[in-house]
């Protein structure tokens, strides 16, 4: 099998706006361009992979992936990962743009194997328990509704995007509990907002609250203030989300003890390959890697990890575009969700 062709093709969508914290735009909403890479071949199977970033992304793969790999064999998978990552020496790719292909060359295994995705790449379980992981809303209140929108829709865990306004938010966080009662598992998302000092301060205020984890409050660029951080806290710090260099800086973080659970993700750890290789890392740590973002490419991948359990489900629902008309993924009345069973990973846009 060799790889034919590299095409771009794009679908309008509609979205809601959002933001992660004060300061920080998460998406500006109404109608969109999203974009789709097709990965051709001459056995006529499509691997396909939906890009961040369009311009930036585009001229990427026109410039660079493409003129590399037309004429590569797909089944080559590790092989195509490396020579990205040697090409990576010289381009510096955007962090998300190292696993384009390669999971667009997932895809392409899977649909030649007849199987879903999360059963090629490990195949652990058939389902994964979601969280409600929430936008940031403009006031208490308004998080309080979305919680109870969650929990009608069947959430049995609920994540908090935050202000980054530290009273305000240990208040949220002391509500919140106060609200979906002692059984709901509560976790939140710092998006980098705090100092340290703020970081213990809120992680106190979680702790005696009994939420789940605490997931990067600071920058990531400082080991020390993590470790620091860690010794100090008893409720679970999840960190590494946003850094470069896949399973190799991820070492890093386990060997200085800078996290208690750790991110892996298709698109911030160099593709499917990425991600697994960052989770067997920290399986070897005996911790979880907790996949980042949703869709089906992060579903099939906590399916297919023994130590990762959760699905991050972005609520309100109508914040995510959906180009492939499929819908938005929904837990079912235990909280559980599951992924496409249909071959590959379940990209294919819908007329």
């Given at each position: 099998m060799k790889i034919t062709g590299f095409e771009i093709e794009y679908y309008e969508t509609e979205s809601a706006?959002?933001?992660?914290?004060?300061?920080?735009?998460?998406?500006?909403?109404?109608?969109?361009?999203?974009?789709?890479?097709?990965?051709?071949?001459?056995?006529?199977?499509?691997?396909?992979?939906?890009?961040?970033?369009?311009?930036?992304?585009?001229?990427?793969?026109?410039?660079?992936?493409?003129?590399?790999?037309?004429?590569?064999?797909?089944?080559?998978?590790?092989?195509?990962?490396?020579?990205?990552?040697?090409?990576?020496?010289?381009?510096?790719?955007?962090?998300?743009?190292?696993?384009?292909?390669?999971?667009?060359?997932?895809?392409?295994?899977?649909?030649?194997?007849?199987?879903?995705?999360?059963?090629?790449?490990?195949?652990?379980?058939?389902?994964?328990?979601?969280?409600?992981?929430?936008?940031?809303?403009?006031?208490?209140?308004?998080?309080?509704?979305?919680?109870?929108?969650?929990l009608d829709k069947g959430y049995k865990a609920i994540k908090l995007h935050v202000w980054g306004r530290l009273p305000d938010d240990i208040r949220l966080v002391r509500k919140l509990r106060r609200h979906v009662?002692?059984?709901?598992?509560?976790?939140?998302?710092?998006?980098?907002?705090?100092?340290?000092?703020?970081?213990i301060r809120l992680g106190r205020a979680m702790e005696e609250e009994g939420y789940l984890w605490l997931e990067e409050p600071m920058r990531e660029f400082n080991l020390l203030v993590y470790e620091k951080l860690c010794r100090t806290l008893d409720?679970?710090?999840?960190?590494?989300?946003?850094?470069?260099?896949?399973?190799?800086?991820?070492?890093e973080w386990l060997r200085h003890g800078a996290c208690d659970r750790l991110r892996t993700s298709w698109f911030y750890k160099g593709g499917f390959t990425g991600a697994l290789k960052t989770a067997n890392l920290a399986e070897s740590f005996q911790i979880q890697a907790d996949v980042h973002g949703c869709g089906q490419g992060a579903l099939h991948l906590v399916c297919a990890l023994p130590n990762s359990l959760y699905y991050e489900s972005l609520v309100p629902e109508e914040c995510v575009p959906d180009a492939t008309l499929l819908g938005h993924i929904l837990p079912d009345a235990e909280g559980w969700v599951h992924p496409s069973d249909s071959p590959g990973i379940g990209w294919e846009p819908r007329a």
């Open positions: 706006p959002y933001r992660w914290r004060d300061g920080l735009i998460g998406g500006p909403g109404g109608k969109s361009r999203q974009t789709l890479l097709r990965v051709t071949t001459d056995a006529g199977i499509d691997g396909l992979v939906w890009l961040s970033h369009g311009a930036i992304s585009e001229e990427l793969i026109q410039r660079c992936i493409a003129p590399m790999f037309l004429g590569a064999d797909p089944l080559m998978r590790e092989e195509i990962w490396w020579r990205m990552w040697e090409r990576d020496r010289l381009e510096e790719f955007p962090i998300y743009a190292l696993g384009y292909l390669d999971v667009a060359v997932w895809d392409i295994l899977a649909k030649a194997a007849n199987v879903p995705a999360y059963k090629l790449l490990g195949g652990h379980k058939s389902r994964a328990k979601a969280y409600a992981s929430t936008v940031t809303m403009e006031t208490l209140d308004d998080y309080l509704r979305l919680a109870d929108r969650c009662g002692p059984d709901i598992e509560l976790m939140l998302d710092g998006s980098a907002g705090y100092t340290l000092d703020e970081s409720i679970p710090i999840l960190g590494a989300e946003c850094t470069d260099g896949c399973h190799f800086n991820a070492a």
